[in-house]
């Protein structure tokens, strides 16, 4: 496993957020080598049958400590304890969608495939995929283990993030402690909402 990098200390306590985003981005090429990585280490979780989908929160709505709301969709989970957890908020809109309800549907359906994208990440245990209908917003409210390992992942995602997301709406916050509901704000991402 690769170290993840560490540039700014870190100072939280239980409700504060962690550094939103470290001063070292990683490059595309980090990015892909790290997707990979996790499309094998996806492969042998699928194997062995420790990766699952439950349907508990699937339609329920959440809150955001801002107000903003988002309906779950898919949870992926994999049965691995936790010691450092830690919840990560990524936000986006996608490019080239705008407000098209059969499109986002489209999305909501087959984003399935991306699942080794992440569950294949040092640290990944619990993803509840969401949506806000009124913002555009999608939203992966994650449990990791490990704040460093959640800023790692986060900034590998980011890059992936980039060919599909609306230019300047890709954030994230890493937070302390397993409180999803309401789940901690990422920032609302910009340009404002319709856009894409």
Excluded at 144 to 166: N, T
Aim: proline letters at 8%.
């Amino acid at each position: 496993m690769t170290t993840p990098e560490t540039t700014t200390p870190e100072t939280t306590t239980p409700a504060t957020p962690a550094t939103t985003t470290p001063t070292t981005r990683a490059t595309r090429r980090q990015a892909a080598t790290a997707v990979a990585a996790s499309f094998a280490r996806t492969a042998a979780l699928l194997a062995r049958r420790r990766l699952r989908s439950p349907r508990g929160p699937v339609g329920t709505t959440r809150r955001g400590e801002d107000g903003t709301t988002s309906v779950v969709f898919r949870e992926t989970a994999v049965d691995d304890p936790v010691d450092d957890p830690v919840v990560l908020v990524v936000c986006f809109r996608l490019r080239g969608i705008g407000r098209a309800r059969w499109a986002h549907a489209v999305f909501r359906r087959t984003c399935v495939v991306n699942t080794p994208l992440f569950a294949g990440f040092p640290g990944f245990r619990d993803k509840l995929w969401m949506y806000d209908a009124s913002t555009g917003v999608y939203r992966g409210v994650y449990l990791w283990d490990g704040a460093e390992r959640a800023r790692w992942y986060a900034e590998r995602l980011r890059r992936v993030l980039e060919l599909v997301a609306v230019r300047g709406t890709i954030d994230y916050t890493v937070v302390r402690g397993t409180r999803r509901d309401p789940f901690p704000t990422a920032g609302r991402p910009s340009p404002s909402r319709g856009a894409g």
